[in-house]
């Protein structure tokens, strides 16, 4: 069965502090994700990645970076988290084909910064 | 730009109903198009695709209808469970870019 796995389920954190959410998935998929997810406003795409040490900028990538140092491993991270972070984070991953194909998610990170 | 709005359209059906779900996409060189369920509490399931050289495709007890004309999505479930309960989501990718554009998803209530 395929899987991504996002590290945490809950995370609270403080304004300022560095932030690192962990996805990991067990498919060999090229491509990887990072999403969040506002009531009302759906998903969000932050930033994604066609390959190892590949980043490319989603529509709202401000506040945020990201890592992809393994194929299976893509890190967001938010630099100095601020209350307006607080959301629901979901990773992706899909397989590069030569067409587009669906995306798989994670069970997603719910962060709350104070 | 960024659509604004806190509560979902919702959809209220019997169990044992068809429900269908509409979906405007924005852009006509989409050419791939896609539905999700959330659950609450879980990332979104895929649930069927379609590509934009058909109009319609079938899974089991799921229909994807797709109208380029009028650039609008439908989700067709037929016999509607208390599972399928959830929020609903239609995206859209264009030019092979591998990125799904999500539009801000419809809540369908299942009732007995």
């Known amino acids: 069965d395929v899987k991504v796995t996002q590290s945490s389920r809950y995370l609270v954190k403080r304004t300022g502090e560095k932030v690192f959410l962990e996805c990991v998935q067990d498919?060999?998929?090229?491509?990887m994700f990072w999403y969040r997810q506002d009531p009302g406003l759906g998903l969000r795409l932050i930033y994604f990645?066609?390959?190892?040490?590949?980043?490319e900028k989603g529509d709202i990538p401000e506040g945020y970076s990201v890592s992809r140092e393994k194929k299976e491993r893509f890190s967001l991270i938010l630099e100095s988290a601020s209350t307006n972070q607080t959301s629901m984070y979901l990773c992706a991953s899909s397989s590069r084909t030569g067409t587009n194909e669906k995306l798989f998610f994670g069970s997603g990170t719910q962060l709350s910064v104070l | 730009g960024e659509s604004v709005g806190l509560h979902l359209p919702t959809l209220s059906v019997q169990e044992g109903d068809n429900s269908i779900i509409n979906c405007a996409y924005s852009?006509?060189?989409?050419?791939?198009f896609i539905w999700y369920k959330q659950e609450s509490g879980k990332g979104p399931q895929f649930i069927i695709d379609i590509r934009s050289n058909m109009d319609k495709r079938q899974g089991q007890r799921v229909t994807v209808l797709l109208n380029k004309t009028v650039k609008h999505l439908s989700l067709q479930i037929a016999a509607t469970q208390p599972g399928d309960s959830a929020v609903y989501f239609c995206?859209?990718?264009?030019?092979?870019?591998?990125?799904?554009?999500f539009g801000t998803g419809t809540r369908l209530q299942v009732f007995p």
């Open positions: 990645s066609y390959d190892v040490k590949m980043k």
């Open positions: 498919m060999d998929h090229e491509n």
């Open positions: 995206a859209e990718s264009f030019y092979n870019t591998d990125k799904l554009i």
């Open positions: 852009n006509s060189a989409s050419d791939y």
